[in-house]
């Protein structure tokens, strides 16, 4: 008898990485902010299978990447070969499940099945995630076909994704004045200013490794590396005074390690900002747990860091304050649209986060420097 996974409403939709219609990895959890329908109809070769994609293709206002998205979900080479189904963006992706591996963490196949050896058993079914990738509701394919408009008519009734919960959810992250005092906060600046800083990429695990890539329709940032120990010695003292109180009253998480005394600037005239993403999704950034973003400067438009899981609120500390949060949100910084922004962004991590910093070193790539716990 197949095994299958069964999910509930209120879970954490299993997040997975596989190729898509539109990029080579495309990472479920890389998304957030609206509802997603995920279509796991296996094979467009089946009629009830392609009639259900075609429901959902005909509904261009429901899938715009604002209110919802479609991810159609297919374990059949065939139907990229023959183009049987075809995602358009905005609104629709077609996710090339070949291995199975999200139609297994999904429960559309059986736990052991693997499509690459020949035909499985399969469950076809429609799961709608919330914007934080918590499953709202399950609908099996139903003979008739009428699962499909049942869908539809369902996320069609949904509140703004803002109000998923029924109301506005803030984003659990702290937000702390004074962490820096203007002085000091002119001091990094000035730091920056004598260097102009360097361009600046972004991880991600490419054969198995650890490595920084660049493109600016992701990210675009300069930074500089403060070296100067004394200035260290000063950051880490306002954090132990400012910050890590905090974190322990908020969080009961006790911090003792920061990563990167980093000084970077998002400018207008690069079109300065960062895509959606999450801080600790690689082998070599798996130690960090908590991120800050203390603002330097307030003389610039845009570049306010928001947290789209939640809603789509910008958050724009004044100098020397901060936004505090968990690596593991999905989080991304507006596109600079006047002046230049200055944040200083360390990551804070403890002990034991150090100990897995230190046992990643052998995943790190050409160019990522290995770390040594002291």
Known sequence: MPQYRNLHAGEPGPWFLTRANTRDQFALDSVGGRYFVLCFFISASDAKAKAAVDVALAHPSLFDDKHASFFGVSIDPADEANKRVVGRVPGYRLFWDFDGNASRLYGAIPHDADPKMGRVPVRRIWVILDPTLRVLKLVPFRPDGDDAMEVMDYVKALPPPSRYAGIEVQAPVLVLPNVFEPEFCQKLITLYEASGGQETGFMRDVGGKTVQLHNYAHKRRRDHIIEDGEVIQQIHHRFKRAVVPELLKSYQYKATQMERFLVGCYRVEDGGHFAP????????????????????????????????????????PPPGGAVVFSCSLLHSVSKVTRGQRYAFLPFIYDEEAAKIREANNPFLGEGVEAYKHN
């Open 277 to 316: 993403h999450r801080d600790n999704t690689t082998k070599g950034t798996a130690h960090r747990r908590f991120a800050a973003s203390v603002n330097l400067n307030s003389d610039f438009d845009g570049g306010e860091v928001s947290f789209p899981e939640y809603n789509p609120r910008g958050f724009k």
